[in-house]
């Protein structure tokens, strides 16, 4: 999982309530997550030791179809 913070469509509003925000400070251009690293977050977020990730992604328009 590819955690890109500029594209976050409520980044401000929710980065102090965002894992990856309390655990490297200010968000960062982009954090790299493998499985084992997600299943680790999640277990601390299920016992209420950091915050769930709030990342949002931003959806990229459609290109248009040539004709």
Request: proline content about 7%; hydrophobic content about 45%.
């Amino acid at each position: 999982m590819l955690i890109d913070c500029d594209n976050c469509e409520v980044r401000g509003s929710a980065c102090g309530a965002c894992v990856v925000s309390v655990l490297l400070g200010a968000p960062p251009a982009g954090v790299e997550l493998d499985e084992s690293e997600q299943a680790a977050l999640a277990v601390l977020a299920d016992a209420g030791m950091v915050p769930r990730l709030r990342l949002v992604t931003r959806s990229r328009p459609e290109q248009p179809r040539a004709a």
